[in-house]
């Protein structure tokens, strides 16, 4: 089992960046597939983008051209570099992972079973 801790979180002006971190605790992410998802107050909660276990990314349309996700050595970190944010943008970011994740349902919410806490992101106009 893993445990997954976001940080990287804040406050930051329209066209600014943010990295958000996922550090995974309890194993390695080598044998799981990872992905972001985001959810605005009032709203419901949206694929942003996943690494599958073979390294293969699938993007959301509002999040492809602007954002990319790495990992970081040894597989115990995942990264969300968001560059050109947008007040759309403003949500609170998960970190997902799953050992049964698919090619069709990477961007399905109910395909990941374990979530860490979820970190802030607000951008300001």
């Known amino acids: 089992q893993v445990q997954l801790t976001e940080s990287g979180g804040g406050l930051v002006q329209a066209g600014g960046s943010l990295r958000l971190s996922c550090a995974a605790s309890?194993?390695?992410?080598?044998?799981?597939?990872m992905a972001w998802f985001r959810q605005a107050s009032g709203k419901e909660r949206d694929f942003v983008v996943s690494?599958?276990?073979?390294?293969?990314?699938t993007w959301s349309a509002s999040a492809k051209g602007r954002f990319t996700i790495s990992k970081g050595n040894g597989h115990t970190a995942v990264y969300l570099q968001m560059n050109s944010l947008k007040p759309e943008d403003t949500a609170v970011y998960y970190c997902?992972?799953?050992?049964?994740?698919?090619?069709?349902?990477?961007?399905?919410?109910?395909?990941?079973?374990?979530w860490g806490q979820g970190t802030q992101v607000t951008v300001s106009s």
């Open positions: 309890g194993s390695t992410f080598a044998r799981y597939s």
């Open positions: 997902a992972a799953s050992g049964r994740v698919i090619r069709a349902t990477v961007s399905s919410a109910d395909a990941y079973d374990y």
């Open positions: 690494m599958r276990w073979n390294d293969e990314v």
